[in-house]
């Protein structure tokens, strides 16, 4: 089973959130979103397409089981902020 620490690379170059396992990229987007960045900031940051930013985030979404920016913010934000160990 996957840790709970955020950052902690699991098996195969997946690393957990809450729990749940995300990709880096998945992670770094989702990190994004909760430093208030919109999708096309994101996707210039990355420099991927607006597309692939909003693909990566519906699947950020279905594995953290949330379906709004909102949530997943409050997420990773009550996750960096003291529950449990930050990302480094």
């Known amino acids: 089973m996957a840790a709970k620490t955020a950052g902690r ?3 195969g170059g997946r690393y957990t959130l809450v729990g749940m396992e995300l990709t880096r990229r998945e ?6 979103v909760a430093a208030g960045k ?6 210039a940051a990355l ?6 930013v909003e693909q990566r ?5 279905q594995k ?7 949530q997943l ?4 934000l009550s996750h960096e902020r003291g529950r449990l160990k930050t990302l480094s």
């Open 9 to 11: 690379k699991s098996d």
């Open 27 to 32: 992670l770094e987007i989702a990190r994004m």
């Open 38 to 43: 919109s999708d096309s900031a994101i996707a």
């Open 47 to 52: 420099g991927v397409s607006l597309r692939t």
């Open 57 to 61: 985030l519906q699947s950020i979404y």
């Open 64 to 70: 953290m089981e949330v379906s709004t920016r909102a």
């Open 73 to 76: 913010a409050l997420l990773v």
